[in-house]
């Protein structure tokens, strides 16, 4: 039976009435408890220092939650109660106390599910102490809420993407329990509430935790052992627990959405941050394998900084007294504890308060694990300096039980080298290391270490931490590339300042012909085919000595350069297609993916099943006149072999230099030409790949200053003239100019600039070279006058 008229009339009222109660009624009853909750939260874990504390006897147990806002209300303490400003019966427009003024409108509740209700405008009002609102601005209008603003609140600057969803600009407040999402329809406004908002938070005194205090109350009473033990019996804060921790140990700000470092994964607030890491920490107690879960814990502190104090205390709270002392929970504990020390160094504060703590714990139990792992985290603390990485898997094994890592350096023509490195090891001492051990003290080259792959190599800087290294090689296996080899560290050649006379029995001359030999394959030595072959004969020569049928052979990619053989099929390119007529390519456009585009996909198919065709016979080709020329080396020993290699490659004029793929613009609307920038120990040249002879050479005295102009500009500047190259590999050669100029000690040193937005000069970050034969060597980055 249909309703009658104006009985649908009555019921649509009703539901317009409820929904209007509901998002206004509801609000302004919820609102009269708001500013004494928020007062009672701030109050009821953060105090304020005040004055001088006489007793010892804080009594200050883990902060816990209570059922009801009424029982937070009875928690405020009459200090906390002297900091909330009793409110008049409603706003005055002559307050002296309100700083800013004005209608705004908030964000209501249940506004995504009734968008046809219009936000509602409040007078809010800002003083010295809170940021409140009201529902008019005359006087006697009811209070609706109040936001305490404390040092630990924070607000955000209006987001333009919120202008452009919304039409608003939003100005967004974050206290401890309540943020206030404040919206004007003026840019000005915003950003003048945004201004006095933050004024007022800056003046605020900074707000400590129990922990902050009894951490200086230890600091203060460290030297009296009765007083000590005094304050760890009375404060339960300080000491193990197996509840959960429902606020951080340490102030942090409230609601700040932005903490990880760009490209990190997206975190919460620090504080739900902070409190998720001390339910990690519980984890490690029962976790069969505490290795990622250590790992996890780790990259949060890397990627939010400040939440290293937080685990630093939370790691002191849970080895202090702990029920089962060197039991499994509690050495998972120090075994974190452990990496965070060789990874990350806390504030002066913390420090203080974690020195204490270990050599209360050596002091109490000495002989003991825990003393063990106390004095190898004092040690590692004296020498950690910062991290770019966290840990590796095997890395966190080994710090669990106090080893060192061992390290595999490869090194061309000799055995691959071991080597024992701890977490702070850097690779200017392993290429030390490295230089000593295989005999290469009194040569007057450069070696350093390396990362390489089949597709990539650089240098390792000198202040560089293995570990990290190490690190990046793991993740990189990680990303299940199958088609790349795995990543190895290489000792190799960093600099060239006397090739001539190496001894041929030495090991740096068997360095010096596999360098010379990478740079064949590379395609960076411009010479004949014939030369070519001649080189591949000479390299089967010193693998295999004399010719035989049973010699294994090396694949044709391992002798001869894949380039050359590429350049054996070039062919004149086919003539353009004459231009087709509208209709003509209409027709090709709706045809593609038809018989067409299967026509065109088989041919193209054929075609690369030719290319490779023709690359197998051009291979067999070379491959054969490579093994005539092995023939006639009969008799040649290896030594000899090798000697003739390096002669042979030593006779085009850019051997010994390091080249680097760079292009060079010479006007801003001209074509890039593509060059290899040569670096040599005598002059910097300019080739055209393939060409043998350099365009342009400059010596360095020629060199007014070099620099990087941004991440992928490097500046030359010679004489009169700025040459620009564009290029990946800036830093590298920076580097390498620099460690030449500092080795040779020019008359006049060229000017390193600083590029724009780095943090030193970008010739001074020289890798330090290892080999030190000459009494006056200078320092990395540095120049002799």
């Not at 000792?491 to 360095?511: C, I, M, Q, W």
């Not at 040599?680 to 300019?686: C, D, E, R, S």
């Amino acid at each position: 039976m249909p309703f009658p008229g104006g009985l649908w009339w009555l019921l649509c009222c009703r539901q317009g009435f409820t929904l209007l109660r509901r998002d206004y009624g509801e609000a302004e009853r919820e609102a009269d408890g708001e500013a004494e909750e928020e007062a009672a939260a701030a109050a009821s874990f953060e105090l304020r220092a005040r004055g001088h504390r006489g007793s010892l006897e804080v009594s200050l147990s883990q902060p816990a939650r209570t059922s009801s806002g009424s029982e937070r209300s009875l928690l405020v303490s009459e200090e906390m109660r002297s900091l909330i400003v009793e409110k008049g019966p409603g706003p005055l427009e002559d307050d002296p106390d309100a700083l800013v003024k004005g209608w705004l409108q908030r964000e209501v509740r249940g506004g995504a599910k009734t968008p046809w209700i219009r936000p509602r405008k409040y007078w809010f009002v800002l003083t010295p102490d809170s940021l409140d609102y009201y529902s008019t601005n005359e006087k006697g209008a009811k209070r609706l809420g109040s936001l305490v603003l404390t040092s630990l609140c924070s607000v955000l600057w209006p987001d333009k993407q919120t202008y452009k969803e919304t039409g608003y600009w939003s100005v967004t407040v974050f206290g401890r329990k309540h943020c206030y999402r404040l919206y004007t329809e003026r840019l000005n406004e915003a950003v003048r509430w945004v201004c006095a908002v933050r004024k007022v938070i800056g003046s605020k005194a900074p707000v400590q935790t129990p922990t902050q205090l009894l951490m200086r109350d230890v600091e203060e009473h460290g030297g009296s052992p009765e007083a000590l033990e005094q304050i760890y019996r009375c404060n339960p804060i300080l000491r193990y627990t197996s509840s959960p921790l429902y606020a951080p140990l340490l102030p942090f700000p409230y609601g700040s959405p932005d903490h990880g470092a760009p490209g990190a994964r997206s975190y919460a607030a620090l504080r739900d941050e902070a409190v998720k890491l001390f339910n990690s920490l519980q984890q490690l107690e029962s976790e069969r394998d505490p290795a990622p879960l250590i790992q996890g814990v780790l990259q949060t502190c890397l990627d939010l900084p400040p939440l290293v104090d937080e685990v630093y205390c939370q790691l002191v709270k849970q080895t202090t007294e702990p029920p089962a002392p060197g039991g499994q929970g509690d050495l998972r504990y120090w075994q974190l504890l452990t990496c965070m020390s060789c990874t990350f160094l806390p504030s002066p504060a913390v420090l203080r308060f974690l020195r204490s703590h270990l050599e209360r714990t050596e002091s109490r139990r000495p002989g003991s694990e825990m003393a063990q792992y106390a004095g190898f985290i004092r040690a590692a603390l004296g020498k950690t300096k910062g991290r770019e990485c966290v840990p590796s898997l095997d890395e966190i094994l080994v710090l669990a039980r106090r080893q060192e890592m061992i390290c595999t350096v490869h090194c061309p023509g000799a055995a691959a080298c071991r080597v024992a490195i701890s977490s702070h090891t850097t690779a200017a001492e392993v290429a030390r290391e490295l230089v000593s051990r295989l005999g290469l003290s009194q040569s007057p080259n450069l070696f350093a270490l390396y990362e390489q792959s089949r597709r990539r190599e650089q240098p390792v800087g000198s202040a560089t931490l293995l570990a990290d290294v190490l690190t990046r090689f793991e993740n990189l296996a990680g990303e299940e590339r199958e088609q790349d080899p795995p990543c190895r560290l290489c000792f190799k050649h960093y600099g060239f300042l006397d090739t001539e006379n190496v001894p041929r029995d030495s090991l740096e001359f068997a360095l010096l012909f596999e360098q010379a030999h990478e740079m064949v394959l590379r395609g960076q030595v411009p010479t004949s085919e014939e030369t070519l072959q001649t080189l591949a004969a000479l390299r089967l020569q010193s693998l295999n000595s004399d010719f035989s049928t049973h010699a294994p052979s090396p694949r044709l990619e391992e002798l001869f350069p894949a380039g050359a053989l590429r350049a054996r099929l070039r062919a004149p390119r086919p003539a353009p297609a004459p231009a087709r007529r509208p209709a003509a390519r209409l027709r090709a456009g709706l045809l593609a993916g038809g018989l067409w585009g299967q026509a065109l996909a088989k041919q193209r198919a054929e075609r690369d099943q030719r290319l490779r065709g023709r690359l197998r016979e051009e291979g067999a080709a070379v491959m054969a006149g490579i093994v005539e020329k092995w023939k006639l080396l009969q008799g040649m020993g290896r030594p000899e072999a090798m000697a003739a290699y390096v002669a042979l490659v030593r006779e085009w004029p850019g051997f010994g230099s390091t080249l680097f793929d760079v292009e060079l613009r010479v006007s801003p609307l001209g074509a890039a030409q593509r060059l290899w920038l040569g670096i040599g120990a005598k002059a910097v040249a300019l080739y055209k790949p393939g060409e043998p002879e350099p365009l342009d050479s400059f010596g360095y005295g020629c060199i007014s200053s070099f620099g990087a102009s941004d991440g992928s500009t490097f500046r030359l500047s010679v004489e009169d003239r700025d040459l620009l190259f564009q290029t990946s590999q800036v830093e590298e050669i920076a580097q390498l100019l620099s460690t030449y100029l500092a080795t040779l000690g020019a008359r006049r040193p060229p000017r390193a600039e600083a590029p724009a937005g780095s943090p030193g000069p970008a010739g001074s970050p020289a890798p330090d070279p290892a080999a030190e034969p000459r009494p006056r060597r200078p320092p990395p980055g540095s120049f002799l006058s």
